[in-house]
């Protein structure tokens, strides 16, 4: 007997590819994770630029997280210039990432993963019965992007990031004039982790290794060490060391493997599980309310480690607007010198590697990007090894959108790795 099932098109991710299962005697046989977009090459549009191109050029990976993209970019090349940020820049990099983190895990949140989780085929049919949630969604998008576009001017493909600081610094009344919206958002956040609790998550288990940023201090997002569930912590020079990218036959995009030949895991679901601790003591607290603290090792429960973080974001960005005081100027100055950084931050879908290599004259000669999608791939298909069975029996358009549901719970962005998917069921 076979079964094919075919979807054109992924709904509610960034990116095209496809997914195969073929079954023997009953079991899963063969699972690939196709990524068949066409690879963009960004790493090789960069060798030759000059290093301050660099962050707008890597903004344009992503449209959703591109201050991700700039941000390592921007922490890499200071290092291999020996630049140290000032308090300033630290804080307002940290307030521009937190506008990225509300503006895509509230897209995620009610936009892509929400309607699964209760039963709709979009936000747009989600909307028919309870608009007012669609629309306090759209609400709390739009004050992410408001960050954004008050701090790097526009909320796409901000322009204001620069190596060394920042190229202004942004108006003091402005960012001030957001924080009631702010408090606004942090309520309807805290709503927003009480509904992730109630809702009816499919059962699945996976003992995962969990790899993030680590800050003693905060809840990692711009800076710190990497730390794994398993092997503890290293440092963002040691990355390459300990996990290696990889090809494979059926996918544009490389695939991530630890040094033992293992898949692994970032994302929402990794900082939670490794970094809940260093969480703000509000987005503590509604977790513990709302009964859902960690460990969570359900990658559909991703959703709720994401609504945590966006408690986290809106609390963070009002305490940091208030400290916000720039006095210095806004760029640090460069002596130029040939060198070598790395740099890791945590984009909302997880860990974010940089390596550049510059000349004396400050030009690009190498450039290295681990995206977290990519190093998620591998990882997305031992799920499916784990989840293969279980739909094994069930009719083709259940089976279907059960193996869509849970790729589209890891929020993946194809195309920075490189909609989703072409799914064949063989059964033989």
Known sequence: MVNTIEVASLARVEGEGGLYISYKDGKPNEIKVNIYEPPRFFEAF??????????????RICGICPVAYQMSAVRAL?????LEMTAQTRLLRNLLYCGEWIESHVLHIYMLQGPDLTGHESAIS???????????????????????????????HPVNACVGGWYRWPEVEKLEDLVPDLNWGLEQAIETVRWAATLPYPELEVDYEYVALHHPDEYAVLEG?????????????????????????????????????????????????????????????????????????????????????????????????KTYQPAEP????????????VAATEAPRGLLYHRYRINEFGFVENARIVPPTAQNLA????????????????????????????????????????HFLTLTIDKT
């Open 126 to 156: 989600l909307a028919e019965v309870a608009p007012e949630r669609v629309t306090t969604a759209l609400q709390m998008k739009k004050i992410g992007n408001q960050i954004l576009k008050v701090i790097g001017g526009r909320s796409v």
């Open 46 to 59: 960069l060798e030759g630029r000059y290093l301050q191109d660099v962050p707008d050029i890597t903004a």
């Open 78 to 82: 200071e290092k291999s210039l020996a």
């Open 379 to 418: 990882r997305m298909e031992a799920d499916l090894w784990q989840l293969a069975p279980l739909v094994y029996e069930l009719p083709q358009e259940e089976a279907t959108l059960t193996c869509e549901h849970l790729l589209r719970a890891y929020d993946p962005c194809i195309s920075c790795a490189t």
């Open 330 to 341: 806004s760029t640090l100055p460069i002596e130029m010198r040939a060198g070598e950084g």
């Open 225 to 321: 060490n990497i730390l794994s569930s398993r092997i503890g912590m290293i440092t963002e020079q040691d990355f390459e060391s300990h996990y290696l990218e990889r090809h494979v036959e059926h996918s544009n995009a490389l695939h991530s493997y630890t040094e033992e030949n293992q898949p692994y895991l970032v994302g929402p679901l990794a900082r939670y599980n490794l970094n809940f601790e260093q969480l703000g003591d509000t987005a503590k607290h509604v977790a513990a309310d709302a009964g859902v603290e960690p460990p969570l090792h359900n990658p559909y429960k991703g959703l709720i480690a994401r609504a945590v973080e966006t408690v986290e974001a809106f609390d963070r960005a009002i305490r940091l607007i």
